[in-house]
């Protein structure tokens, strides 16, 4: 009853006109129903993953004792500044604003007053690196670097011993942020600055107040034309003014034309509906949740040794049985526990059971004579609503309709999407009582 209930107001959320955030939040708290909120990242370095690289997979789960405050799907970017939060108080002390859009000598200084001596080379600054970043954050680059700092780059080595790398991976060098001395006793500092997505960047924020930091975001939009400095601009702008195409072009630095208005006008309209706080100068955790009032636990399983912390990764230590390393993190404490598990199937089926069923059906298991539960439907409706969110319909009375002609190919391969009308076509079907939330539109 209350995940219908739920799932009823979630709908509306979605889909009613006029049905905003502040009403749903309210009727949560008056009908008595405590909901969380929660932020996974499955797959941290995906590519990473994918190439077999020996650090860096991991996965990402952040629980929140409140409902998060946005309400669409949405998927940008944010430029983040990290910093240890004694750097932010002693600047603040001597009345220097620190956040996103701060010039770096400005941080650098309030660097060296808190930390007396310190030099330069030592301090270190991760960002993300690679040719495709040198349009948006080459200029950061060389900011830092004409102030005589350290940029992190691939294969530099960190405190663990264990290689750092600078393509993917923005929340776990979060863990590392701060000072350490090194054998001779000389003082290092190690801080993150330029973007990251933005699931990356709420997560690595409200992990933050746990390690004593101070985070500072800013919108970014999804396209990388703009550098940073006049990026995080962009996303602050009112679509709907009058002089909007005048100002876009300003900051552009050249007359744009229709097509590219109309689609900074979309980003900005999405983050605004999808209650991404684009208004503000510089963002923090607390601008995602109601009453900016919040408590997380932010856990992290290694899939591989992480750099940052020094955890190792899954071991191997017998047949089907493996050694995990979890780490958790609230106010109160963090914790590193390892498990020793033992898998109760073979491998291979093993594997199965961590997919979801629509991924197996899709890449050739035999779903017409594998044994059917009633499980399935629940599962095969949350899986759509993470495959292809974009072309699902909420039509009341908890019915879905997916409509094939607005699944994006680059989200599914229109192979995939063949195949994915046959297998929800053959539910329909052979199952039609489990399956009769689910009505089909096929494309033209």
Not at 12 to 17: I, M, P, S, T, Y
Request: proline share 5%; net charge negative; with cysteine.
């Amino acid at each position: 009853e209350v995940a219908r209930w739920l799932d009823n107001q979630v709908i509306r959320l979605l889909n009613e006109d006029g049905y905003e955030w502040e009403e749903f939040y309210k009727e949560i708290k008056d009908s008595g129903i405590t909901v969380w909120g929660a932020a996974i990242d499955t797959l941290e370095n995906t590519s990473r993953f994918a190439k077999g690289s020996e650090t860096g997979p991991m996965t990402v789960l952040h629980l929140f004792n409140k409902p998060l405050s946005v309400t669409r799907p949405y998927e940008g970017y944010m430029g983040n500044l990290f910093l240890p939060k004694p750097v932010v108080d002693n600047a603040s002390d001597k009345s220097i604003l620190i956040n996103f859009r701060t010039p770096r000598a400005k941080v650098l200084q309030a660097i060296e007053e808190t930390y007396p001596g310190i030099k330069r080379e030592n301090i270190h600054v991760w960002t993300l690196r690679g040719k495709s970043r040198t349009h948006r954050i080459g200029k950061l680059w060389e900011e830092w670097e004409t102030l005589g700092v350290h940029l992190v780059d691939d294969d530099w080595l960190l405190p663990s011993g264990i290689p750092a790398f600078t393509e993917s991976g923005t929340y776990a060098p979060t863990y590392r942020i701060g000072t350490w001395e090194d054998s001779d006793g000389t003082l290092h500092l190690f801080i993150c600055d330029g973007y990251s997505a933005s699931a990356e960047a709420m997560q690595a924020a409200s992990l933050a107040p746990m390690l004593n930091l101070e985070a500072f975001l800013s919108v970014f939009t999804s396209n990388f034309k703009l550098p940073y400095d006049r990026e995080q601009h962009i996303m602050g702008l009112d679509p709907e003014a009058e002089d909007f195409a005048a100002t876009l072009s300003q900051l552009m630095e050249e007359e744009a034309d229709e097509k590219t208005i109309a689609k900074y006008r979309s980003m900005i309209r999405e983050g605004i509906v999808a209650g991404i706080p684009v208004h503000k100068m510089t963002i923090q955790a607390d601008d995602f949740f109601p009453e900016k009032s919040w408590d997380v636990l932010a856990v992290c399983g290694y899939m591989k040794p992480d750099p940052y912390s020094g955890a190792p990764g899954v071991e191997k230590i017998g047949d089907n049985r493996y050694k995990v390393t979890v780490r958790l993190a609230s106010p109160k404490g963090d914790k590193q526990i390892c498990f020793k598990l033992r898998l109760m199937e073979t491998f291979e089926q093993s594997r199965l059971v961590f997919n979801p069923l629509l991924n197996r059906f899709m890449s050739g298991e035999d779903y017409e004579n594998r044994p059917v539960k009633i499980s399935d439907s629940g599962r095969i409706r949350n899986e759509l609503q993470t495959l292809c969110s974009e072309a699902l319909e909420f039509s009341g009375n908890e019915r879905i309709r997916i409509r094939f002609g607005d699944i994006p190919p680059d989200v599914i391969s229109q192979e995939n999407q063949t195949k994915l009308l046959k297998i929800l076509k053959w539910y329909k079907v052979n199952h039609p009582l489990w399956f009769a939330w689910l009505d089909i539109v096929e494309a033209e």
